[in-house]
Every structure is written in structure tokens, then in C-alpha cells.
């Protein structure tokens, strides 16, 4: 997963549709279109309660706001979902996971709306970036989780799998998940390197350890299988996209401002011929789109 800064020139490329210009086309395309694909982000579900991330009110502008000390460690919110300050510090992670966690909410109208369209045999694909779980809540099936989801979780270092259930103690808890199969034995070892020392370079090696060393250092820290900053899509993203191209007839983009890549270059990938609606609160620039739905999502 990449974050967007210039947006390559080829999302520029696509010239709008004529034929579609208005609320009334959009209702007609979804009466008349039998294989449509829908692209989601942050922005269907805040409405439930759950930050979106680059609003003037959302995750990134709040981690700037937090008192907690932990967070000054960050260049840049964006290092809360950076590959390599995860291994180095996975407690500020933790520290803030509950909030984006999927608990009680409660799933908007802008999932129902695709669970509907799944309903009715419409629904080619629902290509989600997000990892609240909502979509599965509904029901829909006929989807890619683009960028993971809490769904299941991975040690770090022995690349075992868990239930999602796994980690929730610890993710309500603020406290980073180790992995019980790895642990005792790095436990061991590390025991069995300070009983070599003697006592008083092993006391000052202790004391440096407290004042210095995160609690991912050395340790087989369970990570959810979210996509951080510095780790590739998984291959179905590219498999699935190959397969839908060829039989979408109609693109919604929902709640996104296609800001991270490679997923922002999905409506690029897809014909040219087929129509592309947004639904969303703010315009996307670096994208022509036939029809722009622009407010909140469930009320349009």
C-alpha cells in the first residue's frame, strides 16, 4: 500500500461520458446495469461512528491533537500504519487500534444500499479498502478486502494465523498481542542470555532495556492482517482484477478520495467505455467521472 502524493498523469486520461450527466441517469444505470462494480473507502462508514482518515476531523488530524506522548514518536500520522515503526513500536499502534476496532457499530446505509444490489444480482464486485468489517455484517459476499481486515491476525515471526477474536482483549486493553507459541521460547533464550552475564553487567543491560527498547524489540508481536504502508496488496487484488474488467458494465466509487495507491488506480484500469459514478463527500480531481454525487453518502 502506497500513499499518493503526485497522482500519475494516467488517472488524468479518461474523457467524461456525455450520456450521463445527471442524479436521473445514475438512477437509470442502476435499473438498467447487471454487473456492477463498486469501489468503497473510509467515508461509508462514518457515519457508524468510525473515523475516516484525512478529514479535517478524522484519524490522522486527531493523532496530530493527542496529548499521549506515544504519538509524538510519529513524523507522521501515517507511520501509525507504516510497516517498519509497527516492528519497531507496535504499542503506538495499539495504543489507538480500539477506535478503528469493529465492535458494536452498526452497519450505514451505503452498505445495505450494496448488500441490495448483491440482493438483486447486480453486484460484480465490492472492491473495499476498509477493514471495519461492516460490509461482512450486511452480508456481501461478492467483495475484496483491497487492504486486509481485523478479521485474522499473524505472528510476526513464526507466520502463524489467528481468529481476529484472538487479539480483541488485547486491542480493548491498549496492549500489544504476543504470539504464545513464540514467546515462551524467545522468553528462554533471552533468560538464558542474562544468566551468562554476570550480575552487574546483566543489571545494566536490564536498566537500558527499560529506559531504550520498545516492546517490539525482540518479541513475536501478533500483528492484524491489515495492509500497512510498506507491504504489497495480496495477489487476488490483481487476479480479481484482470477477471472483473472484462465484465463490468457500471463503476460507483463510494466514500473515497483515492489517495492511496495502488487501489486509487483501479477506475483507470477499467474500460474507458464503461460509465464511472462518485458518491462522495468532496470532489476527487485527478479523476473524470460521467456523474458526481457529492454529500453524505447514505442520505444520497
Known amino acids: 500500500m502506497t500513499p499518493v502524493n503526485n497522482v500519475p498523469s494516467s488517472l488524468r486520461d479518461r474523457e467524461r461520458l456525455s450520456a450521463y450527466n445527471s442524479p436521473q441517469d445514475v438512477v437509470d444505470l442502476l435499473r438498467t446495469k447487471k454487473r456492477i462494480l463498486i469501489l468503497t473507502g473510509a467515508g461509508v462508514s462514518t457515519s457508524c461512528g468510525i473515523p475516516d482518515f484525512r478529514s479535517p476531523t478524522g484519524l490522522y488530524a486527531r493523532l496530530k491533537l493527542d496529548p499521549d506522548p506515544r504519538f509524538a514518536t510519529l513524523d507522521d500520522p501515517q507511520d501509525m500504519f507504516d510497516l517498519a515503526f509497527f516492528k519497531h513500536d507496535p504499542s503506538v499502534f495499539y495504543s489507538f487500534?480500539?477506535?478503528?476496532?469493529?465492535?458494536?457499530?452498526?452497519?450505514?446505509?451505503?452498505?445495505?444500499?450494496?448488500?441490495?444490489?448483491?440482493?438483486?444480482?447486480k453486484l460484480l464486485r465490492n472492491y473495499t479498502q476498509n477493514i471495519d468489517g461492516l460490509f461482512e455484517q450486511v452480508g456481501v459476499e461478492r467483495m475484496l478486502n483491497c487492504h486486509g481486515s481485523f478479521a485474522t491476525a499473524s505472528c510476526l515471526v513464526c507466520k502463524r494465523?489467528?481468529?481476529g477474536s484472538f487479539i480483541e482483549p488485547d486491542v480493548y486493553s491498549s496492549r500489544v498481542p504476543l504470539c504464545p507459541y513464540c514467546t515462551p521460547e524467545l522468553e528462554r533464550l533471552q533468560r538464558e542470555r542474562e544468566l551468562d552475564r554476570e550480575e552487574r553487567a546483566r543489571e545494566r543491560e536490564r536498566a537500558r532495556k527499560r529506559r531504550k527498547v520498545k516492546e517490539g524489540d525482540g518479541k513475536a508481536v501478533i500483528k492484524p492482517d491489515i495492509v500497512f504502508f510498506g507491504e504489497p496488496l495480496s495477489d487476488e487484488f490483481d487476479h480479481r482484477l484482470v477477471e472483473d474488467r472484462e465484465e463490468v458494465d457500471l463503476l460507483i466509487v463510494m466514500g473515497t478520495s483515492l489517495r492511496v495507491s495502488p487501489v486509487a488506480q483501479l477506475p483507470?484500469?477499467?474500460?474507458?467505455?464503461?460509465?464511472?459514478?462518485?458518491?462522495?463527500?468532496?470532489?476527487?480531481?485527478?479523476?473524470n467521472f460521467d456523474v458526481c454525487l457529492l454529500g453524505d453518502g447514505d442520505t444520497i
Not at 477499467?270 to 470532489?283: E, G, K, Y
Open 268 to 287: 483507470s484500469h477499467l474500460p474507458h467505455s464503461i460509465p464511472q459514478i462518485l458518491i462522495n463527500r468532496d470532489p476527487v480531481g485527478h479523476h
Open 161 to 163: 494465523h489467528f481468529h
Open 97 to 121: 487500534a480500539r477506535e478503528i476496532y469493529p465492535s458494536n457499530f452498526v452497519p450505514s446505509e451505503c452498505h445495505r444500499f450494496v448488500r441490495l444490489l448483491e440482493l438483486e444480482g
